[in-house]
């Protein structure tokens, strides 16, 4: 089975700053990696799917980048509407699995 | 609008069975694959389980394999997921998700694009 590692677990940034979250598989999985955020209380929403486009409706300072078994998710001019929970997670045997998540927090 | 509504939570005693259901609205059912994925409290997401648009295919997490089962009801525009032999370890809050598959004749590309709100199912003696 394909394992993802995230990193940090947790981030504290303030207001304005660009941030960037990272995942890593441990096999090769082409682009096969989406990213999503979790606000607390809530159902997960898609942000970034085949590891560089951009969900319909996303604000343009989330991005993604990546292939192969390291991906980025960067947010650029963090809003207070984005302090949450971020997962990667990966179908490359057809088999999904989702990171470990990263917390984001207002400094 | 697009929407989808869990429902079937409740609590039940370890080794016993629950029926999740999902009602799909706003969009052709028959032309997705859903998910199912679970959170446990505290924790991260977790993938559950898969089913193709057709049924014609269907995935599960090591974890469940032979106690949970993914079907859907397309004439009835349903989803389900049959969990038996539960452990205390199922409990979490289950969602129905929508995935827009799309597969070429190398590859299937996979996003959960819609999400229900969930239900709760609660294993517990």
């Known amino acids: 089975d394909i394992q993802m590692t995230q990193s940090p677990s947790s981030l504290s940034a303030s207001v304005g700053d660009r941030v960037t979250i990272t995942c890593q598989a441990s096999?090769?999985?082409?682009?096969?990696l989406n990213w999503y955020q979790q606000r607390p209380g809530k159902a997960p929403q898609l942000l970034i799917y085949d590891a560089s486009f951009l969900q319909t409706g996303v604000p343009s300072r989330f991005s993604g980048s990546g292939s192969g078994t390291d991906f980025t998710l960067t947010i650029n001019s963090l809003q207070p509407e984005d302090f949450a929970t971020y997962y990667c997670?990966?179908?490359?045997?057809?088999?999904?699995?989702f990171g470990q998540g990263t917390k984001l927090e207002i400094k | 609008q697009v929407q989808l509504v869990e429902s079937g939570g409740g609590v039940v005693q370890p080794g016993r069975s629950l029926r999740l259901s999902c009602a799909p609205s706003g969009f052709t059912f028959s032309n997705y694959a859903m998910h199912w994925v679970r959170q446990a409290p505290g924790k991260g997401l977790e993938w559950v389980a898969l089913?193709?648009?057709?049924?014609?295919?269907?995935k599960y997490v090591d974890s469940v394999k032979g106690r949970f089962t993914i079907s859907r009801d397309n004439s009835e525009n349903s989803l389900y997921l049959q969990m038996n032999s539960l452990r205390v370890e199922d409990t979490a809050v289950y969602y129905c998700v929508r995935d827009p598959l799309y597969c070429t004749s190398t590859s299937c590309h996979f996003r959960m694009d819609v999400w229900g709100q969930g239900t709760t199912v609660t294993v517990s003696s």
């Open positions: 997670q990966q179908y490359g045997d057809l088999v999904c699995s």
């Open positions: 089913i193709w648009y057709d049924g014609s295919n269907k």
């Open positions: 096999q090769d999985i082409k682009n096969y």
